[in-house]
């Protein structure tokens, strides 16, 4: 069964980074295509970011050239660089993998992300 563990969500001040990661079960990224989404309270879950295992990136137009997606395939880990942060970046930050052939989806917890002013 697939895992993804989120970790490195927490406080931080307007204009800060913070760094997430997710580790999988296994080798799930070299089958899927990678990303990030989050939900802010009361809104839908949107698209931060997504990547290939070869390192194919997209962006929303909301966090392009502040936030970076990255994939290690030897750790089996997805990380996104989060600089200049803002208040609206806020919410809970989920890791997501989808299968290339199926679409199906995998889900991680969630971490929660806070931007301060």
């Known amino acids: 069964q697939v895992q993804l563990v989120e970790s490195g969500g927490g406080l931080v001040q307007a204009g800060g980074s913070l760094r997430l990661s997710c580790a999988a079960s296994?080798?799930?990224?070299?089958?899927?295509?990678a990303g990030w989404y989050r939900q802010a309270l009361g809104k839908q879950r949107e698209l931060v970011a997504t990547?290939?295992?070869?390192?194919?990136?997209n962006y929303a137009g909301s966090v392009k050239d502040r936030f970076t997606i990255s994939i290690d395939n030897l750790k089996n880990t997805v990380y996104l660089q989060m600089n200049s942060l803002k208040p609206d970046d806020t919410g809970v930050y989920y890791c997501?993998?989808?299968?290339?052939?199926?679409?199906?989806?995998?889900w991680g917890q969630g971490t929660q992300v806070t931007v301060s002013s």
């Open positions: 990547t290939t295992s070869g390192g194919n990136t």
């Open positions: 296994g080798s799930i990224f070299s089958t899927s295509v």
């Open positions: 997501n993998a989808k299968k290339y052939w199926t679409g199906f989806n995998y």
